[in-house]
């Protein structure tokens, strides 16, 4: 990309068509023969993650978007029916909701690692800003993508986000009705979201492939910060580059897998896990994980246009950074003022994104307030001051110097994991969030637990009899098909046994050839039934509130683990909060609500339900269901059974993914393996 290849072509096809299209030439130029910097360490490895991750991107959203309908009535059970009836689906959609994740932690890490080392200095300045560009894109791409889901959290996080562009002056409810298609967030909203985030992956491609060039012309700056003088400084990209990025790109991987095959929605939102609901606010909207610093800043600010200015400016201010630091040194391994600055700010970003997951009251306010201020101050006042007055250390005359006089690195580098440690572990208190409870339900003993765990068949055909002679007289599981009784990893039905359970039910059918509508046995094809014709029908017979579908209760219920559990949570695959929570609930009922508590007419008092007062009454009690295995007839085994039942019909692919996963895992780590010798033994002769 930088100018003319020397490439030549032996093959005479490669002649024919490199006289014709010199594109082998380009690959030659721009990923074989491009010098490298002999001293990158593997904190340059994440613009090659970045690529990767990319391309998993658009591949599997290409593919997701074959079977996703973006209307409002069928979105939600559209994303579930890809997660059940598609092959591999779930696998697909865990690819791609991590997979954000993982682009904005390698995003994260390739700007903090620009701004330690001074990547931003001339003469990289286009380099920087194309990298600016990305990300505002990036995070455009990925907030339309959380809300095709179409969950709670999502319908109400573009609800709040869309509304900010009212605060524009003259133009800003135009802006947000056109945003919206008409006068709220509804199917034209979708619509639009849906087509831009099919778009915007190919425009930030684009880009890239400028980033790139960008990078190629400018060439590659490195930790000590001084340019190549010599052949002495540099080594080949391929293979001395390419085997190193390749190691650092498999150790991601593994990290990228173990969400996606063992805690795939550890760093989603419960409340995504419930159709969206226009008439039902959460108690607290928060955005995913990558967005709180700048949320937290945007509700810092008490005036809603300065709020949605700051939270812009604090994105765009990385634009002019190569103005506001004037220092002439690079690297802030010599500059021992701003690598302290630096890592106060990283403290400060950490800080915000903490605060953006708790709600904007109290001393949560201020304290946001507090590192708003040292955000901006560090980039318009402590870059500029520090240029002027820092005495940085000596540089090294060359890059062939630094590479046989470092070792301190790795010290930065530990501090920078824990950094992203922190990140992702601040996240896990905007994921957990069906808090608010008095008590902390009891963690139980699952089968379905851990690295190897599998659903317990007995306890899940126990668990189907109290759905279906309890709870199923108020509540609905509309996504689950009397099929999946059959499934591998479910109850273990046979055919026979799910057509004789689905032949029980009538089902509502027609029209007819005369037509007229009529009623049927029903089919194994067919869904659980509900139990009411309509919504209203179930408000009325349940005191106005709705009874919940149960298809999703062991995602969209939990606890706050708080800290320091849901740290360990992501190493131990922690995914029994919903379970756990729907045992407490069946077996919290007390008659006598505490001294002092007044509770409402028609509730009852329940010690884990928020607020404690709540109007489904208590519904088990003893020897209620006769079990034929002899399992105790009991409270506690029915709420137990009927729990796991609950988690297979939320997540009917566990099994099948755990499977999967360690197979994966393990092709990875030897992989890994292997690519970490032939990156010692190639790198031997080049320190």
Known sequence: MSGPSTFQPKNPVLKWIERRLPIFGLVHSSFVAYPTPRNLNYWWTFGGILSFMLGVQIVT????????????????????????????????RYLHSNGASMFFIAVYIHMLRGLYYGSYKEPREILWILGVIIYLLMMATGFMGYVLPWGQMSFWGATVITNLFSAIPYFGESIVTLLWGGYSVGNPTLNRFFSLHYLLPFVIAGVVVLHVWALHVAGQNNPAGVEPK??????????????????????????????????????????????????????HIVPEWYYLPFYAILRSIPDKLAGVVAMFSAILVLAFLPWLDSAKTRSMRYRPLAKQCFWIFVGVCLGLGYLGAKPPEGVYVIAGRILTACYF?????????????????????????????????????????????????????????????????????????????????????????????????????????????????????????????????????????????????????????????????????????????????????????????????????????GPNYIHA??????????????????????????????????VLSDDQVTYDDGAPQNVDQYAKDVAAFLMW??????????????????FMVILAGLLYFTKRAVWADAH
């Open 61 to 92: 959203g290409v593919i997701l978007a074959m079977h996703y309908t973006p209307h409002a009535d069928l979105a939600f059970n559209s994303v579930e029916a890809i997660v059940r009836d598609v092959d591999y689906g779930w696998l697909l």
């Open 230 to 283: 010599s052949s002495k400084d540099t080594v080949p990209f391929t293979p001395y580059a390419t085997i190193k990025d390749g190691f650092g790109l498999a150790c991601f991987i593994l990290f990228y897998f173990w969400f996606v095959f063992y805690i795939p929605n550890y760093l989603g939102d419960p409340d995504n896990y419930i159709p969206a609901n226009p008439g039902v606010t959460p108690p």
């Open 377 to 577: 101050a560090y980039f318009l006042i402590v870059l500029p001051i520090l240029s002027r007055i820092e005495k940085p250390r000596a540089v090294p005359n060359s890059i062939a110097d630094d590479v046989l006089g470092k070792k301190k690195s790795v010290v930065a580098s530990a501090l920078a994991v824990i950094g992203v440690a922190g990140l992702l572990a601040l996240d896990s208190g905007s994921t957990a969030r069906a808090s608010d409870h008095g008590s902390t339900p009891p963690s139980m003993s699952w089968s379905f637990a851990g690295p190897f765990g599998k659903f317990d068949q007995g306890q899940l055909q126990r668990g189907y009899k109290v759905y279906k002679e309890v709870c199923a007289a108020c509540h609905s599981m509309n996504l689950v098909h009397y099929r999946n009784l059959t499934d591998p990893g479910g109850p273990g039905l046979s055919i026979a046994q799910a057509e004789a359970l689905a032949a029980e039910i009538q089902v509502k059918d027609g029209p007819n050839d005369a037509g007229d509508m009529f009623e049927r046995p029903g089919r194994i094809a067919d869904k659980f039934p509900s139990p009411f014709p309509n919504e209203n029908a179930a408000r009325a017979a349940n005191g106005g509130a709705a009874p919940p579908d149960l298809s999703l209760m062991a995602k969209a219920r939990g606890y706050e683990r708080g800290f320091p559990q849901f740290i360990f949570d992501a190493f131990t695959q922690f995914q029994e909060k």
């Open 585 to 618: 609930l069946l077996t919290g009922f007390e008659d006598t609500p505490p001294e002092g508590f007044k509770l409402p007419d028609g509730s009852t008092y329940n010690r884990y339900f928020p607020g404690h007062a709540m109007k489904m009454p208590n």
């Open 649 to 666: 019909a939320a997540e009917p692919k566990l099994e099948e993914r755990k499977r999967l996963g360690f197979q994966v895992m393990i």
